[in-house]
């Protein structure tokens, strides 16, 4: 059996390395976060696989597709076309739904054209995205977008005091204009002083052409009341203007439940082909659970052939933990986790093999119980003949590995090595930073706080949460536990969204661009840029990418991309700056011998011996490093961030100004972490504690539960299985919980404090 074999991987942190990757084997990479996991497993394996694959089509479909750059590798042996399961949500838009995005949506269609009675169709009718199926007040949404009266109008101003609450309809704007220069309204007389016969013809007139307008007029234009206007401008799909004006439509613009379909985005006559009497809309309204069940108890044999790979689909589903999920739920609202389970799911049933499959993070977003189940479709995937490679911090998966490989021995520069190769036996008794985690043994911690003042949640009602209350305790260390889906995250959302002092922080990217970086998002870009230019004597504006000091060839970029007709775009580093971003006389200009593009290739944990007499850029540099970040360069753009990374940048922030008497709300903390770094974290949540804060975690981390004051375990199980509190108080007490599926994994996982 041939290897995948890399010779001379130096991409990004890698140092020149070697490896044999065995084939149709599970191999998992291990290492700290940053260690250089995957700028060898994505950035070089994955990627070389799609440029390879890419450039067997014509120039014509290669140009159609994603572009890759050759990876900075000498070359790599025996590689298969490649499966890339990240951790992406899958995001889509409103018509994108799970049954949709997973290919179940179509075997439930043909089901419904078949022995549905009334016959209302073939299977394409039953789509909310065919015009001959879908609700045409809705088009198919099932929502409809309603304009607030109240956000878009102020009563008590007239038209010249600007009484059209929203930027482009101004007095002085062209739109406003159309309002005061129509001759229909008196424009100093306040609008809570129109008669009902003003505000119907400012509100809803049609587009009218006007009898005598003024001479301001213009001589082609239409009258059209606020409302048509506004809708025509800003709520049809696809207009330009949507995205300059997003705040503001958001404000102004609120959606309901479309009132033809009441939700259901088909026509009314689709809805009344029933089987069961259920229409196709009530059947994906049904978790997958009891979507099971229903077909369970149709007995017709023509329906058979259609029903069993729907079965065989919706069973994957629900083993693999997403029972409580719905075929009509909008894939934008999926975690990452959950996208990347459907994922799985898609190819578990492929009857393709002979391929690599690059799984990220399967763990994510799992609770240990729902990890079981995860293994035994990689090991599936496997098994059909397939190479399996895993990224991955968590024990319970790096247990099933064949083969295991190690990069290390530390992050970013200190990383890149590849520093264990072998059996997950051989792993245990290995000088890694992971052998050693792996035997560590765990306990609960000994000094629990005892906590005397609670934050108090009563009567929560949400998804599967039916009157629920449960207490915090103040100024302690909370982690909520459950399986994925339990209710956890509708506990805490519905619980603290409008509660004061609460901050929450998660792994949604900040919004930031390839010109955006740790320095400027910690607000201390412009201390460096003062300090070159006091230095040098030199404009502040020449230090900045952004501005004048941007090299004229790629404007700041750092890169050019070319294109050449037929064949795909590609990106280079642009040969004026060589990837700097700055123009040549910038360059020259240097503090303590470095230039500013230096500075920004300079690691957090270097650039704070180089600002060591600048207190406050080396303070925001420590509360970085103090997350487990130090090996991050300054310069880094935050778009290319990992969701735990992103977290702990934004936890840095806040631990720069001491806040105090907040409630902090962390989801999924240890996301991306090894376990050697997770107690950096901890000692940043007791910081946090230190200074009178409440810490919250939703957490599956079996180390981050022994390290808990409280515990708040949720289910037992998901969906309707779950929403109801198992236990809260200390965490020795969870294990007597006979219920709880975490006090099974806990009592696996603890050993008994001396």
């Known amino acids: 059996m041939s290897d995948i074999r890399i010779y001379g991987a130096n991409q990004n942190n890698l140092k020149n390395i070697d490896v044999a990757i065995p084939k149709h084997q599970l191999t998992v990479f291990t290492g700290r976060s940053g260690s250089g996991k995957s700028s060898l497993v994505f950035n070089t394996i994955a990627a070389e696989s799609e440029r390879l694959l890419n450039e067997t089509y014509s120039s014509y479909i290669q140009h159609q597709l994603t572009h890759y750059a050759k990876p900075n590798v000498d070359h790599i042996e025996n590689l298969s076309v490649a499966m890339i399961i990240n951790q992406k949500r899958?995001?889509?838009?409103?018509?994108?739904?799970?049954?949709?995005?997973?290919?179940?949506?179509?075997?439930?269609?043909?089901?419904?054209?078949?022995?549905?009675?009334?016959?209302?169709?073939?299977?394409?009718?039953?789509?909310?995205?065919?015009?001959?199926?879908?609700?045409p007040i809705c088009e198919g949404l099932g929502y409809v977008d309603d304009i607030d009266i109240n956000e878009l109008i102020d009563f008590d101003k007239s038209l010249n005091e600007g009484a059209i609450n929203f930027p482009s309809f101004a007095p002085t704007s062209w739109r406003g204009k159309r309002y005061l220069y129509s001759g229909l309204f008196d424009n100093d007389k306040k609008l809570k002083d129109y008669t009902k016969e003003e505000m119907d013809t400012f509100l809803y007139t049609e587009p009218v052409k006007l009898k005598n307008p003024p001479a301001e007029w213009p001589k082609t234009a239409e009258f059209e009341g606020l409302i048509h206007r506004f809708r025509r401008s800003f709520l049809l799909q696809n207009n330009f203007e949507k995205n300059r004006f997003i705040k503001d439509i958001e404000r102004v613009v609120t959606s309901r439940r479309c009132p033809s379909c009441n939700g259901k985005r088909l026509n009314e006559n689709v809805l009344r082909c029933k089987i069961n009497g259920l229409s196709i809309a009530d059947f994906t309204a049904l978790p997958i659970e009891k979507a099971l069940s229903f077909l369970d108890q149709i007995k017709d044999d023509t329906a058979e052939i259609i029903m069993k790979p729907l079965r065989a689909q919706l069973e994957a589903m629900n083993y693999i933990g997403l029972q409580y999920l719905t075929l009509d739920r909008e894939t934008p609202t999926l975690s990452g986790g959950e996208s990347q389970r459907i994922k799985l799911i898609r190819h578990l049933n492929?009857?393709?093999?002979?391929?690599?499959?690059?799984?990220?993070?399967?763990?994510?977003?799992?609770?240990?119980?729902?990890?079981?189940?995860?293994?035994?479709?990689?090991?599936?995937?496997?098994?059909?003949?397939?190479?399996?490679?895993?990224?991955?911090?968590?024990?319970?998966?790096?247990?099933?590995?064949?083969?295991?490989?190690?990069?290390?021995?530390?992050?970013?520069?200190?990383?890149?090595?590849?520093?264990?190769?072998?059996?997950?036996?051989?792993?245990?008794?290995?000088?890694?930073?992971?052998?050693?985690?792996?035997?560590?043994?765990?306990?609960?911690?000994?000094?629990?706080?005892?906590p005397?003042?609670?934050?108090?949640?009563?009567?929560?009602?949400?998804?599967?949460?039916?009157?629920?209350?449960?207490?915090?305790?103040?100024?302690?260390?909370?982690?909520?536990?459950?399986?994925?889906?339990?209710?956890?995250?509708?506990?805490?959302?519905?619980?603290?969204?409008?509660?004061?002092?609460?901050?929450?922080i998660d792994q949604k990217p900040v919004h930031a661009s390839n010109r955006s970086n740790l320095l400027t998002y910690m607000d201390i870009f412009d201390d460096v840029r003062s300090l070159f230019s006091k230095k040098t004597g030199m404009k502040k504006s020449l230090f900045s990418y952004n501005s004048e000091g941007a090299c004229p060839n790629c404007g700041g970029k750092g890169y050019l991309k070319v294109e050449l007709a037929f064949m795909p775009d590609f990106s280079q580093a642009c040969e004026v700056c060589h990837g700097t971003r700055y123009k040549p006389e910038v360059l020259k200009a240097t503090v303590k011998?470095?230039?500013?593009?230096?500075?920004?290739?300079?690691?957090v944990d270097e650039a704070d011996r180089f600002f060591d007499h600048d207190e406050n850029i080396t303070h925001h540099l420590h509360t970085i490093a103090a997350t487990g970040l130090g090996y991050m360069t300054l310069g880094q753009s935050l778009d290319t961030l990992s969701g735990g990374e992103i977290q702990r940048v934004k936890l840095s922030k806040y631990l720069t100004d001491k806040v105090t008497e907040h409630i902090f709300i962390f989801d999924e903390p240890t996301t991306g972490l090894h376990e050697d770094d997770i107690p950096?974290?901890?000692?940043?949540?007791?910081?946090?504690?230190?200074?009178?804060?409440?810490?919250?975690?939703?957490?599956?981390?079996?180390?981050?539960?022994?390290?808990?004051?409280?515990?708040?375990?949720?289910?037992?199980?998901?969906?309707?299985?779950?929403?109801?509190?198992?236990?809260?108080?200390?965490?020795?007490?969870?294990?007597?919980?006979?219920?709880?599926?975490?006090?099974?994994?806990?009592?696996?996982?603890?050993?008994p404090s001396l």
Not at 707 to 731: C, E, F, K, Q, R
Request: net charge negative.
């Open 350 to 450: 492929s009857p393709l093999t002979d391929l690599i499959y690059i799984i990220d993070e399967p763990s994510v977003g799992l609770h240990p119980e729902d990890i079981e189940k995860i293994n035994d479709i990689m090991c599936a995937i496997r098994d059909k003949g397939n190479t399996v490679l895993i990224v991955e911090h968590d024990p319970d998966v790096i247990k099933i590995a064949d083969h295991i490989i190690d990069i290390g021995p530390g992050a970013g520069k200190n990383g890149g090595n590849i520093t264990f190769t072998g059996s997950y036996k051989e792993l245990l008794i290995s000088d890694t930073a992971t052998g050693h985690a792996l035997r560590r043994e765990h306990h609960f911690k000994t000094d629990v706080r005892q």
């Open 90 to 135: 899958l995001g889509g838009n409103s018509r994108s739904t799970v049954g949709t995005i997973s290919d179940i949506y179509a075997s439930v269609r043909l089901l419904w054209s078949r022995i549905g009675k009334p016959f209302v169709g073939y299977s394409d009718v039953f789509s909310f995205n065919n015009p001959t199926g879908m609700c």
């Open 680 to 751: 950096t974290l901890l000692d940043r949540f007791e910081q946090l504690i230190d200074e009178k804060n409440t810490v919250i975690l939703v957490e599956h981390n079996l180390t981050m539960m022994t390290n808990a004051d409280w515990m708040i375990d949720v289910g037992p199980g998901a969906g309707l299985n779950g929403g109801h509190i198992l236990y809260s108080g200390p965490p020795q007490g969870l294990l007597d919980v006979e219920s709880s599926v975490t006090a099974r994994h806990l009592k696996r996982y603890i050993k």
């Open 452 to 504: 005397n003042q609670f934050i108090q949640l009563k009567n929560i009602s949400r998804n599967n949460l039916q009157d629920v209350s449960v207490s915090f305790p103040k100024h302690a260390l909370s982690v909520v536990t459950g399986v994925a889906g339990s209710g956890k995250s509708s506990l805490i959302q519905a619980g603290f969204e409008h509660r004061e002092k609460t901050i929450f």
């Open 593 to 603: 011998g470095y230039s500013i593009a230096d500075v920004l290739a300079l690691t």
